[in-house]
């Protein structure tokens, strides 16, 4: 059986993995209104990893007997300057959200609740490769600078993520 502050903590985060899923849609759907393809494909897979968190948690709350209570998903952000400033604000949300899951470990580890502390370690780990995949975009994107050319070669690479 889990106990109230360790569910009420996971459905929390239910939400902010849907967030994140809500967050990335909408930098999927600002690069769609821009012509970048791969950039609208990337996004959009990480939307569908966001929600595979999430259900992932879902999952974990029933398993040990508790409720899940889904809230309000907040409106995401919908403009933004440049290729850049996407990738550079995915980069800020991972690590907000590293943060969120390591507040998580921290609870569990009060409440002796080793079973979700055991859980989480997935998504330590996953947080760890969520941060570089984004940051190796940014990186790309701040050695491009303003060549079309090198945008447009980016963007085939981001097609062909799966
Ligand atoms: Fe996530
Ligand atoms: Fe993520």
Do not use: C
Not at 111 to 128: G, H, I, P, R, S
Not at 136 to 145: D, N, S
Request: no cysteine.
């Amino acid at each position: 059986m889990i106990k109230g502050t360790v569910e009420k903590a996971i459905n929390n985060q239910i939400n902010a993995e849907l967030y994140s899923g809500y967050l990335y849609l909408s930098m999927s759907a600002y690069f769609e209104g821009q012509n970048l393809p791969g950039a609208a494909h990337w996004m959009a897979l990480q939307a569908k990893e966001e929600y595979e968190h999430a259900m992932k948690f879902y999952n974990f709350v029933f398993e040990r007997g508790g409720k899940v209570t889904l809230a309000a998903i907040d409106a995401p952000q919908a403009e933004w300057k440049s290729p850049l400033d996407v990738f550079e604000n995915a980069y800020k949300h991972e690590v907000k959200v590293t943060g969120l899951i390591h507040d998580l470990v921290a609870i569990s580890r009060s409440e002796k609740d080793v079973a979700t502390e055991n859980f989480l370690m997935w998504y330590v780990d996953e947080q760890v490769e969520e941060e570089a995949d984004a940051d190796a975009i940014v990186q790309k994107l701040k050695r491009i600078k303003e060549s079309p050319n090198g945008l447009y070669m980016l963007d085939r690479e981001l097609a062909g993520r799966e």
